[in-house]
């Protein structure tokens, strides 16, 4: 059993690493899907509220809340797969909670990757709304997630991926990860 977790900025590539899981077969669960459903069981617009709602949430169950939400849905996976790959810690608090969850078969990847870089990726996306639009910038965005604690999630990741290089590149230390593991990735690669 493996439960990996994803820690990025936005635009750094935690979704393109969920894509790749997917396309093995691994189980992907999203943690931002909690908070997209907690924004729709609130009647809010998850393009437009998703901020408002996460800050929310830590703040009336507490700074794991979104990571509690999620343990039961990875715990619901395993029972059918080996390796389970969670998208969107915030957190070091989170890191704690699954930690404490899957004790060393939890691993925890940092994906990064520069501001302009990530910029331009959000908006080839078109999927967010941006600060034109009624939405949030990026530098809103990231200033929410770091205001979570995701720097000192980052700072304790067990694999650092620099996303920087090809698409093919960081999908191949994706992929890696996936199948062999962090010991498997740090022989490959560092």
Known sequence: MRVLATVGLPGSGKGEAATVASELDVPVVTMGD????EC???????AMDHGTVAKALRKENGPAAVAERSLPVIE???DDSDVVLVDGVRSDIEVDAFEDAF???FALISIE???DVREDRLAERGRDKSADEG???LEERDERELGFGMDEAM???DVTIENTDTLG???SRVRTLLTEGVEGYRTQYE
Do not use: N
């Open 34 to 37: 909690v908070i997209r459903a």
């Open 40 to 46: 729709r069981d609130r009647g809010l617009d998850p």
């Open 76 to 78: 619901a996976e395993l």
């Open 103 to 105: 004790g060393a078969d």
């Open 113 to 115: 990757a520069p501001f």
């Open 135 to 137: 939405g949030e910038s």
């Open 155 to 157: 700072a304790r990741a």
């Open 169 to 171: 590149t960081f999908r």
